[in-house]
């Protein structure tokens, strides 16, 4: 093995775009464990956190200064813990609740798959661990509006149209880091599913090397077992209709001039077919 990132984080075009087939393949190494999602609530904790940052540079070191020099009697309006010991407070947060589990459970490389989370939450990450490694997960969108409609059709109700087009959200916000052209020092490894599923040895190298693991610990077989949804719905058969055969108004949901402009600098043109 080469000396790993730390943390691995896998960002992905919202849902039905790879993450956890990703996850799950990251995760039969050995001696890596990575996160699921946490609804996005971690990227607002950082958020947070930077905010707290800017707000300690910008006015908490007059606090500082003014407690320094007179105690209670100065302008403490503002004081506040200065930028380390707030960086210091969150990695032991985020430690606490992901690091050392990993370890305990003797997986000392960590990481977090989000399908919800763009580079800007990264950079924030970065900060924290300056070690991070990204991949960043695309699909075509055709495909995934495909499959989320299976989702609203056999879930009874748990997945909505209001959470698909959420979906497509997250899909234009990643995209559009995905085709960017710099990323700011930040470790970046762009992948689209199609090339993971068609060329899984291939892409698994791929991994490897960028996130400095040996990709023969990895279990080729994840990508012989396909899952596309919970134990709950896993007993149905699939039925992935055709793009025509969705609902126009999902179809729709593709069709702002933004959105097709995206769908073509990724790579992507008219509606391909569900791979199996």
Known sequence: MTSPHLPLLI???GQRCGSTLLQRLLTSHPEVLIWGENG?????VLEAADGMMSWSEELGV??????SQHSYQGWMANLTPDRDLILNAVRRFVDALYVEPAARLGRPIWGLKEVRYTLDDARRLQVIYPGLAVIL????PHDVLRSLDEWERITEGRWTRALTEGAVENWQRVAEDFVAQAHDGLPVLRLRYEDLVADPDGTSELIARHAGLDAAAFDPEVFAKRLHVGEDFAHLPRDVHEWDALPGSMRQLLDPPEMRSLIRACGYGTPGSLPG
């Not at 997960?137 to 075509?140: E, N, T």
């Open 11 to 13: 960002l992905s075009a």
């Open 40 to 44: 996005g609530q971690l990227g607002r």
């Open 137 to 140: 997960l695309i699909r075509d």
């Open 62 to 67: 007059q606090g500082r200064a003014e407690f």
